[in-house]
């Protein structure tokens, strides 16, 4: 190797170096990184999590086009509004960590869907509240187990969520669709 290409090596690596020490930094300073792992419970909740809320939303609003009962519009905009934050907030967290979520309502999410766009009136009422119920007593276990979790920001996610799942169940386990549509709504807790 002669003096010019010794040269022109040598001004390689001294405009590499930097670069390479740089994507180094920053992916050590990743928030993935920074927090520590994610187990694979993690990982399972974060994916279980997004889906669950997505499938409360999704069925939702198929509530507010489709009931004429003010206590189950009521419970459905309340639904979507908080579940859609939740969302946001899983998103990102799933992202921090380098999980892949889908956006989009699973099989479940679509079956239960067309079923209950089948439905009108007291039916499609009573319809709606048996799969609310059903599905955030698997969210209240979910979130629960999620909020045992060593990893602390996903436990403490988990551990502040679960009020307001308990409350959307209570107002499932309230409601009676048999109740007119001109019926206030209830008031939401302070």
């Known amino acids: 190797m002669d003096l010019t290409q010794a040269s022109i090596l040598l001004g390689i690596l001294a405009l590499a170096t930097p670069v390479i020490y740089y994507q180094l930094k920053d992916r050590a300073r990743h928030p993935a990184r ?7 419970d993690d990982r399972r909740f974060l994916r279980r999590a997004v889906t669950v809320s997505t499938t409360e939303v999704t069925l939702s609003q198929l509530a507010l086009k489709t009931s004429a009962t003010a ?3 009521y419970m459905a ?7 859609t934050q939740l969302n946001r907030t899983l998103t990102s967290l799933a992202r921090r960590y380098r999980v892949n979520v889908s956006a ?3 099989p479940d999410a679509q079956h239960k869907a067309k079923q209950l766009r ?6 499609f009422d009573q319809a709606y509240d048996a799969v609310i119920l059903e599905d955030h007593l698997k969210a ?6 999620a909020a045992r979790s060593a990893n602390a920001e996903i436990s403490g996610f988990a551990q502040a969520t679960l009020p307001t799942l308990d409350l959307h169940l209570k ?9 007119s ?10």
């Not at 089948?118 to 039916?123: E, I, T, Y």
């Not at 549509?181 to 302070?190: G, N, Q």
Request: glycine share 8%; aromatic share 2%; with cysteine.
């Open 77 to 83: 905009k309340r639904i979507v509004d908080d579940c």
């Open 71 to 73: 206590l189950v519009q």
């Open 34 to 40: 920074i927090h520590g792992g994610i187990s694979k």
């Open 171 to 179: 107002m499932a386990e309230e409601l009676d669709p048999r109740v």
């Open 118 to 123: 089948a439905l009108r009136g007291s039916a």
């Open 104 to 106: 989009e309502p699973g």
């Open 140 to 145: 209240i276990v979910l979130f629960a187990e």
């Open 181 to 190: 549509a001109t019926a206030s709504p209830p008031l939401p807790p302070m």
